[in-house]
RNA sequence: GCGCCUGUAGCUCAGUUGGAUAGAGCAACAGCCUUCUAAGCUGUGGGCCGGGGGUUCGAGACCCUCCAGGCGCGCCA
């Protein structure tokens, strides 16, 4: 049991003995969640605000407080302290740094993570790629909170299923065969993978401008594919190759993988049913010569499922595609990785499923995120104005090279740890902010290798390895945990109490940073800890207690930074 | 026009679901390496928490209203 249960489950006690008669006291869970952290350590380690009794018992907070310290009598677990409306507790220190490293200690490297998700399912729609466009900036939010929500299911127990919802359908990819057959060469695309494909719809583009034909020749084009006619299926199929070819160096590099690459191609022959679904269930209308469902009385615009021309559009691709994930996974939850201007749409297609009589649509969720922009600008493939993913973390890994060149010449695997650091930097940048925040990116921010900044935490990491490498040289009795007993120590202990709290809360709000903060707060408690105090001297049986310390915090930031997509090196 | 989101230090952001004296980092300046990794640590300055009302013992947080910005509002995704 961890310290917050224990002393509110001892303080609900001492309520019941104190107040007998008394019929709306809070239960254990709710004195669990009423306890807070006093803004000062010298207040005390935990707080109960006796206010929020005051009308119930028709007593003064100030009274409250004083007859709840008088039936409190677990002085061994913490020491009690009336200020005004306030009665602080004091945890007993030994006993709470021997109990908190002991948890840390036995999870084995798992601390913080937990089995309540055991046989439940969640689906990750993320990332999300477009076909024949490169990987710029714009597709990391999606890619990593993603990633990370997924690594932070897993470790809760949940089966994970991650869905690269590729977008491989639409008139686009016509006007891409249309300009590859009239200014492409095979030799050209074959060496200049992605970006030459890119370079051609760009200029396809350009010349429509002048030609307004090309974009009928695109359309006949894309029929061509739906028809199924060999040679444009031949270059779609290739062109997609090439786009995820190019798409799995990226992914290689931040760690990402997916179980599925389920995009919209795939669901074009499945829309038939759920079309016929709709139109069984009398929910499609006709309107201005489309097919909608009408979303009046949820205070929306219609949803568009069928268009003039009798083509399907993105959201009869949605819906289809959550029954089939729900025919499929069964999940309990399927989470939308995608940016909030889809906000709309998605409370559309939710919504339609739940006329549909689906009860699993509450089950959806949208998980939004901020917009990218670069240099104030919104992000623009055909105006040059993104800045490519390779670029990104090549320049961090080169970064991250000349400072290892810098400060630590004789590291033995600087192109690896050089890697883990400059991309380290990059997702952790990414990572760092509430994800409705927009993002205006910028060099020196997202390369910033010095305060709350990846490479922070994972020097953090090294350092705690290193010391615990020297450790290891000296035989240490058993930890005397009165040796952590000072301020510094029990501020870190306190963080690392709160961890497994914080995984469940980032859980709930689909909220990496949670994480990315909680791994911050850790390393700089730790880097002032270690800057007050000697690990390696005294008392031998204290040594024990501080090397135990520094293995906990070794355990929790790699947990932590693994949760969120970075890599922990051992040395830097 | 309607809807959703955002507004906290010069900049980027936290703020434990309504609690005690609003906190970090960056940038600036001043210190700390013969001692366990200085990618670190310490200190200084910097705030009508967008404005105004209201609810409450208590509001940065909740309600109303106004202001500023972003996004969206059928045949693109």
Redesign the pocket.
């Known amino acids: 049991m961890d310290m917050r249960t224990r002393i509110a489950s001892l303080l609900c006690g001492a309520m019941h003995t104190q107040w007998p008669e008394a019929d709306s006291l809070p239960g254990d869970a709710d004195v669990r969640?009423?306890l807070?952290?006093?803004?000062?350590e010298?207040?005390?380690d935990y707080?109960f605000?006796c206010?929020?009794l005051?009308k119930a018992l028709r007593m003064g907070?100030p009274v409250i407080a004083q007859k709840l310290a008088a039936a409190w009598g677990a002085e061994e677990t913490a020491r009690v302290e009336c200020?005004?409306?306030?009665l602080?507790f004091f945890l007993n220190r030994a006993s709470f740094a021997r109990e908190t490293l002991q948890a840390v200690s036995a999870a084995g490297g798992r601390y913080g993570g937990g089995d309540e998700g055991k046989g439940k399912t969640v689906c990750l729609d993320y990332s999300s790629i477009?076909i024949a466009k490169r990987f710029h900036i714009g597709h990391l939010s999606t890619t990593m909170i993603g990633h990370s929500l997924r690594r932070i299911y897993d470790f809760l127990g949940y089966t994970t299923v991650g869905i690269n919802h590729l977008?491989d359908?639409?008139?686009?990819f016509g006007k891409m065969i249309c300009a590859y057959k009239k200014w492409g060469s095979r030799d050209e695309v074959e060496e200049g993978g992605v970006s030459a494909l890119e370079a051609l719809y760009v200029r396809f583009h350009k010349e429509a401008e002048n030609d307004p034909s090309l974009e009928d020749e695109g359309r006949a084009w894309f029929k061509r594919i739906e028809e199924g006619d060999q040679e444009a299926l031949e270059l779609f199929n290739w062109f997609k190759e090439l786009t995820l070819k190019d798409a799995a160096r990226v992914y290689d590099l931040l760690g990402v993988s997916f179980d599925s690459y389920a995009g919209?191609s795939f669901y074009i022959d499945k829309m038939e049913p759920v079309i016929q679904e709709l139109r069984d269930k009398g929910l499609l209308v006709q309107?201005?010569?489309?097919w909608?469902v009408d979303l009046s009385e949820d205070?929306m615009?219609?949803c568009?499922v069928?268009?003039?021309?009798g083509?399907t559009?993105?959201a009869t691709?949605d819906i289809t595609a959550a029954i089939y994930r729900q025919n499929t996974y069964h999940f309990d939850k399927c989470l939308y990785v995608v940016a909030?201007?889809?906000?709309?749409?998605f409370r559309q297609v939710f919504r339609v499923l739940e006329k549909m009589g689906y009860p699993w649509a509450k089950d959806c969720v949208h998980v939004s995120f901020?917009?990218i922009s670069f240099e104030g600008q919104?992000l623009s493939t055909r105006k040059g104005n993104t800045v490519h993913l390779d670029d990104l973390l090549q320049e961090a890994v080169e970064k991250?090279r000349s400072?290892?060149e810098e400060?630590?010449p004789n590291l033995p695997n600087k192109d690896e740890?050089a890697r883990q650091?400059g991309i380290g930097a990059v997702v952790y940048a990414d990572l760092?902010?509430?994800r409705?925040?927009?993002?205006?990116f910028s060099w020196?921010?997202a390369l910033?290798?010095?305060?709350?900044?990846g490479?922070?935490v994972q020097?953090?990491h090294?350092?705690c390895?290193?010391?615990l490498r020297?450790a290891a040289e000296t035989q240490l009795p058993e930890a005397d945990y009165s040796a952590l007993t000072d301020d510094e120590a029990q501020a870190l202990l306190l963080l690392i109490s709160r961890f497994p709290d914080t995984v469940r809360?980032a859980a709930?709000?689909y909220e990496p940073?949670?994480i990315t903060?909680a791994v911050?707060d850790i390393?700089?408690a730790y880097?002032?800890y270690?800057?007050?105090?000697?690990?390696?001297?005294g008392e031998l049986a204290a040594q024990a207690a501080k090397v135990a310390l520094t293995a906990a915090v070794r355990d929790v930031i790699r947990t932590g930074l693994w949760l969120i997509g970075i890599e922990a090196?051992?040395?830097?």
């Open positions: 969640g009423m807070e952290v006093p803004p000062d010298k207040m005390g707080a605000p206010f929020r005051a907070p200020v005004g409306g306030y602080n477009n977008g359908w639409g008139t686009q919209e309107s201005e010569g489309a909608v205070n615009p219609p568009l069928i268009k003039k021309d083509t559009i993105y691709r909030y201007q889809q906000d709309l749409h901020g917009m919104a991250a400072i290892i400060k630590s740890v650091i760092s902010n509430n409705i925040k927009d993002i205006d020196s921010r910033n290798f010095d305060g709350e900044t490479p922070y020097y953090t090294a350092r390895c290193s010391l020297k809360e709930a709000k940073s949670m903060r911050t390393a700089q880097n002032k270690y800057y007050e105090h000697r690990i390696l001297e090196p051992e040395r830097m």
